[in-house]
Nanobody, 119 residues
Framework: QLQASGGGLVQAGGSLRLSCVAS????????MGWFRQAPGKEREFVGAISAGGGSTLVADSVKGRFTISRDNAKNTVYLQMNILKPEDTADYYCAARVGAVSRFGYDYWGQGTQVTVSS
């Protein structure tokens, strides 16, 4: 139901845009979140956007570099990642929940898309 794409290999300082397309659920009523998990580490919250797109929450580790947006007409949420660092290397996942923007409580998860940042 959630299909993430856009990962790849990029040099430090570069940019990538991840996309996550939803199907089979009323996308416009769901808060959408992005998470990441690096090898050997726990899953980490990256950011989230409200159902209408008017409110976002971004982790301190990516604030000022990553931006979340959504297009409800296309059932798609985006993660624009700029000034990438090697420590951003991870599998990135999108997720959906109802209610308020939050770091927790996501009900639906997509498969990951791999991002590798070389130094």
């Amino acid at each position: 139901q959630l299909q993430a794409s856009g990962g790849g290999l990029v040099q430090a300082g570069g940019s990538l845009r991840l996309s996550c397309v939803a199907s089979g659920l009323p996308f416009s009523v769901y808060v959408m979140g992005w998470f990441r998990q690096a090898p050997g580490k726990e899953r980490e919250f990256v950011g989230a956007i409200s159902a209408g797109g008017g409110s976002t929450l971004v982790a301190d580790s990516v604030k000022g570099r990553f931006t979340i947006s959504r297009d409800n007409a296309k059932n798609t949420v985006y993660l624009q990642m700029n000034i990438l660092k090697p420590e951003d290397t991870a599998d990135y996942y999108c997720a959906a929940r109802v209610g308020a923007v939050s770091r927790f409580g996501y009900d639906y998860w997509g498969q990951g898309t791999q991002v590798t940042v070389s130094s």
